[in-house]
């Protein structure tokens, strides 16, 4: 049903991406970023954007399912998106850190990195949005965990602990959990 409501604002996903077409779409990602890195978004205006929100819970679900290809598709797709728009959501930076954790799975260690210092540079703008605020930093704490030594990435992850059981005890963090769960034990 998302990705019905996604053709109609024109981001076309097939369920099950030919490699022409990923190709094709990756193509238009590296174009609209223009020798860009992908940290770019985190110096765009922050508006409110409902598609996102969408894209956010989509990206989250097929997350879950393990389809990456149709990850990965829709990520491009709503990078050019933003990047056509010259806007950004609060929305961006759990989008970006999922996105990070996918090519921790993927063991696309560089583009992981990158993703992970997008979402990191983001979070401190949307602090106040502590759902998406929470939800990005447990990704990004999740993905150093899993990309470098366990001593260099404990502080940073017992930070975002501390900042989500002072600021944000009445989020409900069950998918987060169980993100965590899945990205580690499969």
Known sequence: MGIEILRNHGMDIPISPTKAVMAKTEMKFKVALRNRPISYLSTLPIEDDPLLALCQQIDICALYSGK??????????????????????????PILSALA???????????????SAAAHALNPRIRDDKANYIQSEMCVSLA??????????????????????????????????????????Q
């Not at 954790?101 to 990195?113: C, E, G, H, P, S």
């Not at 602990?161 to 965590?180: A, E, M, N, R």
């Open 144 to 185: 150093a965990c899993l990309l470098q030594h366990f001593r260099s990435v404990t502080d940073s992850f017992l930070q975002c602990y501390k900042d989500f059981k002072v600021s944000c005890s009445c989020v409900s963090l069950s998918g987060i959990h169980w993100l965590c769960y899945k990205l580690t034990y």
């Open 101 to 115: 954790l996918m090519y921790v799975r993927l063991n696309d260690v560089k583009r992981a990195n990158e993703y």
């Open 68 to 93: 990456l290809d149709v990850l990965k598709l829709l990520n491009w797709k709503i990078v050019q998106y933003a990047l056509k728009k010259g806007t950004i959501s609060t929305n961006m930076a």
